[in-house]
């Protein structure tokens, strides 16, 4: 069956390493036939600046936020991919601010019963993908360890390409191997 897979892009720019690491991904999942979809973060329109942790999802049984805004569809629309990718430069040892304001809306994609100690999520048993890129070449495991947490506290299968001394926006096209791994992961998850 055809693979939905669903790409955040986390970087503000739109020529920049992130768009190269996301356009090859995207060119090996729809080699192998999957329908890819592309949401670049730094073009939502927000309500609101991530989270206002109001509480309002933990009331209501749909998996959606009840801010109505385009980050809250975006996030409503994990449920029904197969594949989630996030990608983002590393800024400052993080993800991008563009890309973490969507990460915490994702509270409302999870039901916690804590007297039971118990959390459902539609994102179990989905694959999730990391791709990152930064200029130098520390601190790359607090960069990428938020997104293989949340990925199995959430049971997602996790995968991830993560490029060291990247350089400048653009300048990923200048290392050997790199377009080829993107594209080779892109068919892999699919
Ligand atoms: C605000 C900001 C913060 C950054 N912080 C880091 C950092 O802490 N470590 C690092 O290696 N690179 C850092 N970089 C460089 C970018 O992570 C790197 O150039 C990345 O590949 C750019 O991706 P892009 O072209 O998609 O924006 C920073 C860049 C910016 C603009």
């Not at 933990?58 to 049984?61: A, G, I, P, T, V």
């Not at 993908?129 to 930064?134: A, H, R």
């Not at 997602?156 to 993560?162: A, D, E, G, Q």
């Given at each position: 069956m055809l693979k939905d897979v669903l790409i955040?892009?986390?970087?503000?720019?739109?020529?920049?390493?992130?768009?190269l690491l996301v356009g090859w991904f995207a060119e090996g999942a729809k080699s192998a036939g999957a329908n890819v979809e592309i949401i670049r973060a730094a073009d939502l329109e927000h309500k609101v600046m991530g989270c206002t942790s109001c509480r309002a999802c933990?009331?209501?049984?749909s998996y959606r936020c009840v801010i109505n805004d385009a980050v809250s569809d975006c996030v409503a629309r994990f449920s029904s991919a197969d594949v989630i990718v996030m990608a983002t430069p590393l800024y400052f040892f993080g993800a991008s601010s563009q890309l973490k304001c969507i990460i915490d809306r994702m509270f409302s994609?999870?039901?916690?019963?804590n007297a039971a100690n118990t959390?459902?999520?539609?994102?179990?048993?989905?694959?999730f993908?990391?791709?990152?890129?930064?200029f130098e070449d520390a601190g790359f495991?607090?960069?990428?360890?938020?997104?293989?947490l949340t990925a199995e506290y959430s049971g997602?299968?996790?995968?991830?390409?993560?490029i060291k001394n990247a350089g400048i926006s653009g300048d990923i096209i200048k290392l050997p191997d790199v377009r080829l791994k993107a594209i080779e992961l892109g068919k892999e998850v699919v």
């Open positions: 955040i892009s986390g970087s503000p720019k739109k020529e920049g390493n992130t768009s933990q009331k209501s049984s994609l999870y039901k916690w019963d959390m459902e999520t539609p994102l179990k048993g989905k694959t993908v990391f791709l990152g890129s930064g495991e607090a960069f990428e360890s938020p997104f293989r997602m299968f996790y995968k991830s390409l993560v």
